[in-house]
């Protein structure tokens, strides 16, 4: 009777467990590796001795919402994301989180088309390119200040 007891008292404490939020804490040895994976599929590691981390599937990108939802930064810069609609971004601080209209913008380089409000189906390539566009439409830029 006291070993039912026990192993009761046991799994009661492991599933309440399981259903708070807890920390994973990991120390990887040297050359050590961490992976995820099921059965038979690997889907993420990640090498001690490199540091480097494999996604061994696809990678998912929520629709950036705002300045959090959906961005790839690269330190305290956004470096890729697609707010608006239709817009596709990449460049550190490239584009911004306020504009509305309707979109279909593409713009890669360093601290490009920061202004726009409203513009649409604007292309532009380079750093600083469009910086100052707001309203402007069907654009096509390439070069520095462009």
């Known amino acids: ?17 399981l259903l708070n939020a807890q920390s994973i804490n990991l120390t990887l040895g040297p050359g050590g590796a961490f992976t995820l994976k099921d059965a038979s599929t690997n889907y993420l590691t990640l090498n001690q001795s490199t540091g480097e981390i494999n996604i061994l599937r696809s990678l998912r990108l929520e629709n950036t919402t705002n300045s959090t939802t959906g961005v790839i930064n690269k330190g305290t810069f956004s470096f890729l994301h697609n707010y608006g609609a239709q817009n596709t971004f990449l460049g550190l601080a490239t584009g911004n989180f306020t504009m509305t209209g309707l979109g279909g913008n593409t713009i890669v380089g360093f601290s490009s088309f920061r202004s726009n409000t409203t513009g649409y189906e604007n292309t532009g390539m380079g750093p600083n390119v469009l910086f100052s566009n707001t309203t402007g439409y069907l654009n096509t830029a390439f070069g520095t200040f462009s």
């Open 1 to 17: 009777m006291k070993l039912k007891i026990s192993i009761l008292l046991i799994c009661n404490l492991l599933i309440c467990n």
